[in-house]
């Protein structure tokens, strides 16, 4: 069985899933805000609460374009989008992580740099790196000599540059490792969300647990999140917010603390339905129906012992309380020790021992 140790709780490829409500910006600056926002993810049943910790001067040049949907956010530039929410710094996000504390759910933040790598160290149980990270080698190694587990978002990543990502951490330090499916559109539409590639990830590392990390538009249902359980991702993180009605940012595709409520409502029904064992084999509510609906060898005709047994004399009723017709061949031939009358279940005490 494969498992993590994912802040409190031990995760494995069978476990109900470690949910993260990823906070990232979504809190615009406003450290109360960012608080309300632990709490309503707490509410909602998630195991983490993330943050994204980065400078807009460390992240992207002044002329690194966008690549979101502009209608719903319209900055083009990612340098001034990120500089509207990069204020926290150390203390707020130790701060955050008191509160955290406070309310018992793991606090996270992905780091874009290598100072926020350093002051998140203490505080987090295990480091989130950003999809756009995985081809970044030297930050690789930074954040895997921490001797931390690892979970690696892969979105618009080759297998090849995963398995280069896989072997930096490994050999810098980091022996646990999630890789998160993940489709780098924001947001993302349901057909390109691409699920199937959960179970791909599988095939490729069987030895790593795998999750999902989702930009699709919630719905009713959390069809995408639940689907994904589904197909095997244990760990599944989505944007958070407070108000999905806000323009701009993350606000657009993230769930709200009764979506996330939902899900988890969801999810619990889906492990009750599945049960707690792949392995074919009854289960203990089935035993009145494994003896009562079953069939045994029946008498159909009046028998005199010493007798042999011919398949004319015999039929097959419930209930599963006498000899299973699985052994009609081996009933065939022998000798009944007593008389019997028709309609009789028959027992293996009622037959010689052979023909």
Not at 180 to 195: G, M, V
Not at 260 to 274: N, P, S
Request: proline share 5%; charged share 25%.
């Amino acid at each position: 069985m494969k498992q993590v140790q994912l802040g409190k709780r031990l995760v494995t490829d069978h476990s109900a899933p470690y949910v993260i409500a990823e906070i990232g910006v979504n809190h615009e600056g406003s450290l109360v805000r960012a608080r309300e926002l632990i709490l309503l993810a707490k509410q909602g049943g998630a195991d983490a609460a993330k943050f994204q910790s980065y400078k807009a001067g460390t992240l992207a040049s002044k002329h690194s374009p966008s690549y979101w949907d502009l209608s719903k956010e319209k900055t083009t530039s990612q340098y001034e989008l990120f500089k509207k929410y990069d204020a926290f710094g150390p203390d707020e996000y130790q701060a955050l992580a008191a509160c955290c504390r406070e309310l018992d759910i793991d606090f996270l933040s992905t780091p874009f740099d290598d100072d926020a790598v350093e002051f998140l160290d203490p505080l987090v149980p295990f480091f989130k790196i950003a999809s756009a990270d995985l081809t970044n080698t030297p930050f690789l190694r930074k954040i895997a000599a921490k001797g931390k587990p690892v979970v690696l978002a892969t979105g618009c990543s080759t297998l090849g540059e995963i398995d280069e990502a896989v072997a930096t951490l490994r050999s810098s330090g980091c022996a646990d490792i999630v890789l998160l499916h993940c489709i780098l559109n924001y947001p993302t539409e349901n057909r390109h969300a691409s699920l199937g590639m959960i179970a791909g990830l599988s095939r490729a590392y069987p030895e790593l647990i795998a999750g999902y990390s989702d930009h699709t538009l919630p719905d009713e249902a959390m069809t995408p999140l639940t689907t994904a359980y589904l197909r095997g991702a244990v760990v599944l993180e989505k944007h958070f917010t407070h108000d999905k009605t806000l323009p701009g940012n993350d606000h657009y595709h993230a769930m709200d603390t009764h979506d996330l409520r939902r899900f988890i409502t969801q999810v619990t029904r889906i492990r009750e339905l599945l049960g707690p064992t792949e392995h074919k084999t009854p289960i203990a509510s089935e035993a009145p129906a494994r003896q009562n609906a079953r069939r045994s060898i029946v008498l159909a005709v009046d028998v005199r012992a010493g007798a042999v047994i011919e398949a004319n004399m015999l039929t097959y009723k419930r209930p599963g309380t006498g000899v299973s017709p699985v052994h009609w061949d081996e009933v065939i031939g022998r000798k009944f020790v007593r008389d019997l009358a028709a309609d009789h279940v028959l027992q293996w005490a009622d037959v010689t021992a052979s023909g």
